[in-house]
């Protein structure tokens, strides 16, 4: 129950700072307007370093089902534990921008743009299609988790991995990397908790300008994390 309680907790702060940073720049009547996809870019890194730092001692900070289920596939992680971590991710990442909601709670009020709104929750895509989207997201989160197994010492035998607290900042720059090189198409979710649980939040808060959740697109940045996360424990197990 420690790993899963902090697997949520890693994850609330994960969504917490980083739907926060979106939420900053995008609603209206706040002070950061100006910060840019330079600025989400930085703050999602910053995001993961927190959430990373606080739970990879407790859980691994795993912090996302594709990260968790990769480990897994690649033999590194238990199964067993797998259903456990991913309803704590999701959880965490439902809590954290429950959190951004109440900070941001007049800006929420005062916006009018459904997008915007919407924006601050979940991912969309900059040209809709389905497919090549979904190509984007798989290679996004394949990036990400083939590199978390050698940020975690992957290439050791038979043993189990998982992050410690000093690979926090390899694995923030990770991020901040992939945001700024594969970010663009997708907004890159590669998390389906990430993706799947502040879209819950934002179907069932009280937004006042609230439109649809766009649950026509939601699959996608859940299966194209996962189909990348499986491609990379294959790759990784062939070169081990």
Request: no cysteine; glycine share 12%.
């Amino acid at each position: 129950m420690t790993a899963y309680i902090f697997e949520f907790i890693g994850t609330g702060m994960l969504i917490l700072i980083g739907n926060g940073v979106v939420a900053n720049l995008v609603l209206k009547d706040t002070k950061g307007s100006d910060s840019g996809w330079v600025g989400i870019s930085l703050a999602w890194g910053i995001a993961v370093f927190i959430g990373v730092f606080i739970s990879a001692d407790v859980s691994g900070a795993h912090l996302n089902p594709a990260v968790t289920v990769g480990l897994a596939t690649a033999g590194k992680f238990s199964w067993s534990l797998v259903p456990g971590y991913i309803v704590a991710q999701i959880l965490g990442a439902m809590m954290g921008n429950f959190l951004v909601w109440l900070t941001y709670k007049k800006q929420y009020d005062a916006t009018e743009d459904e997008s915007a709104l919407l924006a601050t929750f979940s991912t969309a895509p900059a040209i809709r299609s389905y497919g090549w989207n979904l190509v984007s997201e798989a290679i996004g989160t394949f990036a990400l988790v083939f590199g978390v197994f050698y940020i975690a010492g992957g290439a050791m035998a038979n043993e189990p991995i998982s992050l410690g607290s000093l690979d926090a900042l390899p694995v923030a720059l990770l991020v901040m990397g992939i945001g700024f090189g594969l970010g663009g198409p997708t907004g890159y979710a590669i998390n389906p908790a990430r993706d799947l649980g502040p879209r819950i939040m934002h179907a069932i808060l009280p937004l006042r300008n609230k439109g649809k959740s766009d649950w026509s697109y939601a699959w996608v940045p859940v299966l194209g994390p996962i189909l990348g996360a499986l491609l990379a424990a294959l790759v990784f197990i062939v070169l081990n």
